[in-house]
């Protein structure tokens, strides 16, 4: 029996439809008839990847400016450079340093000098070559004539107040080398430069004024507890002032042997640990606080060893260096003993009587 097309169509299965297309592709994909045909699912691999561009030649880089001309190789100041010189003494010998001593503050090639971890000699006249500052002599010629009481007054009324940007912080590290050059940059535009002294260096304002003076040339003409006045000289010539090279970083201070002995000096073992334990039990005779003024601590210390043996000192907020700094420089200035270090607590026994003129003699060092 025929049937005829039209009584029964024949549709195609879409699954059949499916897997034909699918053959289709896969067909193309391995025996591509046009190369233009494009099927993200099966693009056929090229053989040779195209090359990428060569890179352009780099372009020279600018060379940086130089914000301050190079530093000479020597410097003319008489005297030895020192990190801090209100803060060290000659007399203090270190047993050893805590970096290589060929590593100089100064930085390669800025100043062709040896550096032991204390000082750096200075260079000395050679030739026709004089130094900055010839002696007094030198000094005296720009300082010129003595100010006046009014021209003083003057000053003094300028620089004196607390809003005055001509100042300088002077902190616990003392007079430090890079300070002299600051004073210096200060001076080019001002006669004088307000100086605040904070921290241990203010135990001994007179050390402080000392070595302001002697090394910078300058004069003071105003001290007020810890507030200073600096003034530069009637001849004083920005043009003529001396080269400072700056230490580009701190140097490491050295070892020192201990403050602290095990047994003072005239006690025995027992002796000594009773003095301790009297200090540490007795009522502190101030407290001390984080750089702060200390001005009035000496004259305290020995107006209380003359009713006490043993005086403690509180510095709980001073910090362990500090407080060893402080105790090394009581020990010079009253003069006095120091027994302990502990707790941030200072110790001091006066020594006995017939001991005191030797105590300020009693172990030079510094505290580690």
Same mark, same amino acid.
């Given at each position: 029996?025929?049937? &005829?097309?039209?009584?029964?169509?024949?549709?195609?299965?879409?699954?059949? &439809?499916?897997?034909?297309?699918?053959?289709? !592709?896969?067909?193309?994909?391995?025996?591509?008839?046009?190369?233009?045909?494009?099927?993200? #699912?099966?693009?056929?691999?090229?053989? =040779?990847?195209?090359?990428?561009?060569?890179?352009?030649? #780099?372009?020279?880089?600018?060379?940086?400016?130089?914000?301050?001309?190079?530093?000479?190789?020597? =410097?003319?100041?008489?005297?030895?450079?020192?990190?801090?010189?209100?803060?060290?003494?000659?007399? $203090?010998?270190?047993?050893?340093?805590?970096?290589?001593? +060929?590593?100089?503050?100064?930085? #390669?090639?800025?100043?062709?000098?040896?550096?032991?971890?204390?000082?750096?000699?200075?260079? +000395? /006249?050679?030739?026709?070559?004089?130094?900055?500052?010839?002696?007094?002599?030198? +000094?005296?010629?720009?300082? *010129?004539?003595?100010?006046?009481?009014?021209?003083? /007054?003057?000053?003094?009324?300028?620089?004196?107040?607390?809003?005055?940007? %001509?100042?300088?912080?002077?902190?616990?590290?003392?007079?430090?080398?890079?300070?002299?050059? @600051?004073?210096?940059?200060? $001076? !080019?535009?001002?006669? /004088?430069?307000?100086?605040?002294?904070?921290?241990?260096?203010?135990?001994?304002?007179?050390?402080?004024?000392?070595?302001?003076?002697?090394?910078?040339?300058?004069?003071?003409?105003?001290? &007020?507890?810890?507030?200073?006045?600096?003034? %530069?000289?009637?001849?004083?010539?920005?043009?003529? %002032?001396?080269?400072?090279?700056?230490?580009?970083?701190?140097?490491?201070?050295?070892?020192?042997?201990?403050?602290?002995?095990?047994?003072?000096?005239?006690?025995?073992?027992?002796?000594?640990?009773?003095?301790?334990?009297?200090?540490?039990?007795?009522?502190?005779?101030?407290?001390?606080?984080?750089?702060?003024?200390?001005?009035?601590?000496?004259?305290?210390?020995?107006?209380?060893?003359?009713?006490?043996?043993?005086?403690?000192?509180?510095?709980?907020?001073? *910090?362990?260096?500090?407080?060893?700094?402080? *105790?090394?420089?009581?020990?010079?200035?009253?003069?006095?003993?120091?027994?302990?270090?502990? @707790?941030?607590?200072?110790?001091?026994?006066?020594?006995? !009587?017939?001991?005191?003129?030797?105590? &300020?003699?009693?172990?030079?060092?510094?505290?580690?």
């Amino acid at each position: 029996m025929l049937f &005829s097309r039209k009584l029964l169509p024949w549709a195609p299965c879409p699954r059949q &439809s499916q897997a034909q297309a699918l053959l289709h !592709r896969l067909f193309c994909a391995f025996y591509p008839t046009n190369l233009d045909d494009d099927d993200p #699912p099966f693009t056929r691999i090229p053989e =040779s990847l195209p090359r990428s561009p060569t890179p352009p030649p #780099p372009k020279p880089r600018d060379q940086p400016a130089k914000i301050s001309p190079d530093e000479p190789v020597y =410097s003319e100041l008489p005297f030895d450079f020192r990190y801090s010189y209100s803060e060290t003494d000659p007399a $203090w010998k270190p047993i050893g340093f805590r970096e290589p001593t +060929r590593f100089s503050p100064f930085g #390669p090639g800025r100043l062709d000098r040896p550096w032991d971890g204390v000082a750096a000699t200075a260079a +000395r /006249a050679e030739g026709n070559r004089e130094d900055v500052y010839d002696g007094a002599s030198c +000094r005296d010629e720009v300082l *010129g004539e003595v100010l006046s009481e009014v021209e003083v /007054a003057e000053l003094v009324e300028r620089y004196r107040h607390s809003d005055c940007s %001509r100042q300088i912080n002077l902190g616990k590290g003392g007079v430090t080398h890079n300070m002299l050059d @600051d004073i210096h940059n200060h $001076w !080019r535009r001002a006669e /004088a430069v307000r100086i605040k002294c904070l921290g241990v260096a203010t135990l001994d304002m007179d050390n402080i004024c000392f070595h302001l003076e002697d090394k910078t040339g300058g004069r003071i003409i105003y001290r &007020s507890i810890n507030i200073l006045i600096l003034y %530069r000289g009637r001849n004083y010539d920005p043009k003529q %002032r001396p080269v400072i090279p700056l230490m580009l970083w701190k140097p490491l201070a050295p070892i020192y042997p201990k403050v602290v002995q095990n047994v003072a000096e005239g006690l025995t073992f027992e002796e000594t640990k009773e003095m301790r334990n009297r200090g540490l039990h007795s009522p502190p005779l101030m407290k001390l606080t984080r750089n702060g003024v200390y001005v009035n601590v000496v004259d305290k210390v020995r107006e209380a060893f003359k009713t006490s043996e043993v005086v403690r000192l509180d510095c709980s907020h001073t *910090g362990t260096s500090d407080c060893k700094k402080i *105790g090394v420089k009581l020990r010079d200035l009253v003069p006095c003993i120091p027994i302990l270090f502990k @707790d941030e607590q200072i110790i001091l026994w006066r020594g006995k !009587r017939d001991q005191e003129d030797s105590v &300020s003699a009693h172990c030079i060092s510094r505290p580690q």
